[in-house]
């Protein structure tokens, strides 16, 4: 017989707006020692692909639960983006709606666990009996919250210490927590206000390290570190944009009054980083419009009408859209991408087809012309899927997991499965950016995520503690592998609706 110790508790980190490629730079130049250490006794990833829009939620919650957004009424999280507006499917009057959710705003945070629906489930809820502690972290169902005291980077760290000296402090049953997740928002805070290259944001990230060994030293003192597995992610990576510009007179000009939902009046909603989500209404606000609604439109401010499509094309920077046919249903439908062509200013087009749910979704991405957007035509790897043939998620990331637009076809699919997405989805790829919410120019940061590209989709991940945990490089994995691999090293099995696979199997 082995040795080697069971596993019995995990620690999952989430350490918000990290992008892979710097944290291994940090690590490599002795930065960050006790990761390393993690590292040089578990496995690692420098390309672990997160969800698109690479942005705080829907990211955070898919690693917390596994799966993505999708037909949330019947497969998948109901949250798609950061921004959204609530519609009823189908449409109905009845109800209070449609709001604008912005996290940002007041108590909208705490709408998560409701958001997220009933068809996906925390890592705390897929894993039966036992104490579950959230240090901080906002995606909490099924688990025990540490009461709020000062909210910074080395409280997250000291609250785990204490439930694994003193549980009877935080649980009934005096046992420390099966699974315990911790996350940290102080680094995305950091970066949108100064930047990646920023002292204050990278040494945000050295004291995470530092606290992190606090932490081993405790589990270690306490006879528990052998026993458990430790993870670290980030939820996306981050990049700076080259030009901001405010929106406000644009859509003055234009006569588009932004919805306002208290009075259910006005012509659209929009939160614009460099990635735009763009909401109209169609019969009303409870109804998303058709394309040809949308070609058709009538601005409040004006008496002309509007091609919204031609009108959105008018944004600088604009370089991609997105949008769904008027067919659609949440078992197979077709998302319009068009794109506007570096060389010439020509607007180009492809296509992703989706059917099938859930784990079984599949996809294909096709162009016309022989004009490829993505870039997929560049790497032997990439190139493959361009077969005209649907494809699963696993084969979207194995093809494309080290170049822009990782999973594209698959993550734009599931984005517009959800009745809670936007009706025209437009990226500047980072060259552009508005800080633009519902009305407003926000602010002037040049700091962000929500695009694409490699540099916002990419995360580092590191598994470590437990003997029992292989020690590997993992060429690639994606976000979602967490909690299954997790569940596993525990003898759980994860949910049905869990997207992502064990990466030990
Ligand atoms: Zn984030």
Redesign the pocket.
Known sequence: MSKKQKINQVILLII??VKSSQFFELLDGGKLPNFKELIENGSFCKDCITSFPS??FP??PNIITGAYSGYYLKEGSGIPSYHWVARTDPPSIKKKLPFIRNYSIGTHIFKIGSDLGDNVKTIFEQAGEGNFLSSLNIVYRGSYIVPPTTFNTENVFKNIEKAFIQPEKFFEIREVPKITVGYIPKT?ELLHDFGFDHPDYINEILKCDKYFGSLINVLKKGGYYDSTALCIIS??GNYKVKNLYDLEPFFERKGLIPYNPKKKRGDFDANFGSIGHFNFPGDTWHHHPTINQMKNFSPSGKSNKLNLFETLWEIPGVKLMYYRDDENTPERGKIYIKEKSEKDGKLREGLIEYRGFGKELETKYTFYDEHEIYGYEKSEKSATLLDNNFHNIEDWLSGTYNIDFPMVSDQISRYFKNPRCCDILISTKGEYGFNYEHGETKNEHVYS?DIGLKKSMTVPMIIGGSQNIPQTELTYCKTTDIVPTLLNLLGITPHKSVIGKNLFK
């Open positions: 918000d707006d942005v705080t990211c955070y995305d939820d996306h995520h």
